[in-house]
């Protein structure tokens, strides 16, 4: 099955520096790359998608990009605030419709 | 507020008891995820429904068991409780594959 790893596994961050977060995966016919916010005691949050027929998505301060040759895509967030600060979760879907998910980046952003 | 309604917020039980977690999509949402998040595994997929049918199965024991009914609301049945099915249970709907939406979970305890 899928393999979806996700690093780094914490990351802190000073306020308006950039924070990005890598995900690789496995099956190369996955088709869809979503990336969630957690913030504690919540669920996970969309902030962001990508499908794979896109190399960049932007909204705003929070970008993705993909790589289908390396499998590979990259949540990229900029002017980072503390309200950034939660986990971030990557995760892949395949054609069977399954999504498989990273383990997780506790982001802290410090003021 | 994604719009996806779980209950119970917290469920307290004791091992080979059987619990019911129960979902409520979004409005106009037909398919619905299940998923386990606990420390040590991440988040887990269980397993997804659309318009009351079974449409893709992950790390779902057999132990537990999933259904979908004609008002769309979902039911994950957990039996034979046991200590490391202790966890959080996330339900997520989406209009067809794609997009989703958590709700706030469930945090499942068994003593």
């Known amino acids: 099955g899928e393999n979806v790893e996700q690093h780094p596994s914490t990351l802190s961050v000073q306020e308006g520096d950039s924070a990005v977060i890598k995900c690789t995966y496995s099956?190369?016919?996955?088709?869809?790359f979503p990336w969630y916010k957690q913030e504690l005691g919540k669920g996970p949050q969309l902030i962001i998608d990508?499908?794979?027929?896109?190399g960049e998505k932007k909204d705003q301060r929070i970008a993705v990009t993909l790589n289908k040759t390396a499998k590979h895509f990259s949540l990229h967030i900029t002017e980072t605030q503390p309200e950034d600060s939660a986990v971030y979760f990557c995760?892949?879907?395949?054609?069977?419709?399954?999504?498989?998910f990273g383990t997780g980046t506790s982001l802290t952003v410090i003021p | 507020d994604s719009g996806v309604t779980q209950t119970p917020k917290h469920l307290i039980t004791a091992t080979g008891q059987r619990v019911t977690l129960r979902c409520s999509p979004r409005?106009?949402?037909?398919?619905v995820y299940w998923y386990q998040q606990s420390l040590d595994q991440g988040l887990q997929f269980l397993i997804q429904?659309?318009?009351?049918?079974?449409?893709a199965k992950g790390n779902i024991l057999e132990r537990f068991s999933a259904q979908q009914f004609p008002d769309l609301h979902s039911e994950l049945n957990l039996s034979s409780l046991e200590l490391g099915d202790s966890a959080l249970y996330f339900c997520?709907?989406?209009?067809?594959?794609?997009?989703?939406?958590f709700g706030p979970g469930t945090r499942l305890l068994v003593l």
């Open positions: 997520a709907s989406s209009v067809s594959a794609g997009t989703q939406y």
């Open positions: 099956d190369s016919a996955s088709n869809y």
């Open positions: 990508i499908r794979s027929n896109v």
């Open positions: 995760a892949s879907m395949n054609t069977g419709n399954q999504f498989y």
């Open positions: 409005s106009g949402d037909l398919s």
């Open positions: 429904y659309y318009n009351g049918e079974e449409r």
